[in-house]
């Protein structure tokens, strides 16, 4: 590892910096790549997460070729120096921000949409005209190994390393010193990335997690509700950063919209078993307790099986509501008030997303300006990802830092400024030291 990831580092001084030209190959190449291996994705998608063809394109593949996409389609732009105004005393010149490449970037990615995750930020990174070193998951053996037959498939000269391996290569990769560390994943695992990013001062992005709550106010439209909400907390088994945690429901409708919710969303374990499977036996034992803890048992030892469940008014010192569910769990707590369902929020750590469900703009905009969370959605979840023109990242415990689209071109990139001064006019009034000279300077201010 080491002596590839110096070579890198000395083919970095070779390119740098690299030409529109350059990054559209990059970009071309792996687009080429991808495609190639398309159905060895699927296949491993399935064999890590047991997805099938259409979640794995819907929520990871079709998201990689839209941001590949629109990277290949703004790169040019995005890469134009950005002219801002002249302060007087720079007068006459010209004033710009140019994007410069921050040189040899890390990305560490997790298991839960082990491809996208991993790809979104190796194009932002390329666009922005860096080299890589790249490490996924070893709980998604099958998609890391394809990813990196993709990745020196398309980039033989080295300019993306794909490592494999588990705690002791991530050991070894964070003993390295980088221009930028991104990192996607939970927060014991981030907190050790930012305590390496700090030894030789390194700017990050933690992509995080956290409890993401969701509002369900009195003037819902309840079916609409159920729909969306449940197949916003099943998708991927409820493995998702930004899934709704809990519900916030206006007791008002709590008769009328649990029994339904009920319906929709709660499943046999047939119907779990055609659905993506718990990651580890670790990460079932762990829901298990979750249940355990509330006195319910929808589980099934034998396949290690979490059957979708709801959990009305739980305990609040219950893992349910203290800890990150990342499974199919959803517990439910009702509220007399809207100001009392707000403070419940912003007495907790601020979350990656949180969801609305409303016909009130009013109520939306009430719930935007007195909540902080990474993103908000009104009326459906999740779906702000599929937008590269949205910034994605958290505040707080939930991350720090954003990417997408443009946003992951700015945060791999240097915005230098730049001040090009005339050597045909000067200012006397700038080497003056006297009070009329400040005078006339106040003046023209």
């Known amino acids: 590892m080491k002596e590839k990831i110096s ?19 990059h970009l071309i190449r792996l687009k080429k790549a991808l495609q190639k291996y398309e159905k060895d994705v699927f296949a491993a998608l399935y064999e890590d997460l047991r997805k099938t063809p259409a979640e794995a394109f819907a929520t990871e593949v079709d998201l990689v070729y839209g941001e ?3 990277a290949i389609k703004n790169l040019k732009k995005w890469m134009k ?39 979104q930020p190796i194009i932002g990174a390329l666009a922005a005209g860096n080299v890589l070193v790249v490490k996924p998951s070893s709980y998604s053996p099958a998609t890391s190994k394809i990813m990196k037959t993709i990745v020196e498939e398309a980039f033989p000269d080295g300019e993306v390393l794909l490592f494999l391996g588990g705690r002791a290569v991530n050991t070894e990769i964070f003993t390295y010193r980088y221009d930028y560390i ?25 992509e995080l997690g956290g409890k993401s709550p969701v509002f369900i106010t009195k003037d819902a439209d309840i079916p609409l509700t159920v729909r969306r909400l449940s197949w916003g907390k099943l998708i991927n088994c409820g493995q998702t950063c930004v899934a709704p945690d809990y519900v916030l429901l206006d007791e008002a409708i709590a ?72 499974g199919p769990i959803l517990p439910i707590i009702t509220y007399k008030t809207l100001d009392e369902a707000i403070a419940f929020v912003n007495e ?31 009326n459906d979840n999740l779906m702000q990802l599929a937008n590269s023109n949205l910034p994605f990242g958290g505040v707080g415990n939930s991350g720090m830092g954003r990417y997408h689209g443009k946003k992951s071109f700015e ?15 000067d200012l006397a009034i700038r080497y003056s030291k006297n009070d009329k000279a400040i005078k006339t300077f106040k003046k023209l201010m």
């Open 68 to 70: 590949l996409k629109h």
């Open 411 to 425: 945060t791999f990139s240097n915005p230098k400024s730049v001040l090009a001064k005339s050597r045909k006019f």
């Open 81 to 119: 120096p950005h002219r801002v105004p002249l302060a007087l005393m720079q007068f006459p010149g010209k004033t710009f921000i140019h994007h410069e490449p921050l040189g040899q970037v890390l990305i560490m990615s997790p298991w839960n949409y082990p491809f996208l995750l991993t790809m």
């Open 255 to 326: 008769d009328t919209f649990i029994p339904l919710l009920k319906q929709t969303f709660e499943k046999d374990l047939e119907e779990m078993k055609k659905l993506p499977k718990i990651i580890t036996s670790k990460h079932y034992v762990r829901l298990k307790e979750n249940l355990n803890q509330v006195g319910i048992k929808r589980y099934d030892d034998e396949s290690e099986t979490i059957l979708s469940t709801i959990v009305v008014n739980p305990p609040l010192d219950t893992l349910v509501m203290s800890d990150e569910i990342f």
């Open 7 to 25: 070579k890198q580092r000395e083919l970095l001084k070779k390119i740098n910096p690299m030409s529109y030209d350059d990054r559209m190959i």
């Open 182 to 206: 991104f990192f996607t994943g939970g927060a014991t695992v981030g907190k050790i990335a930012m305590e390496a990013a700090a030894k030789n001062l390194t700017p990050l992005t933690l």
């Open 348 to 378: 907790r750590e601020k979350p990656l997303a949180l969801y609305v469900y409303t016909t009130s703009k009013e109520i939306a905009k009430k719930i935007l300006n007195e909540t902080s969370s990474g993103s908000m959605t009104v």
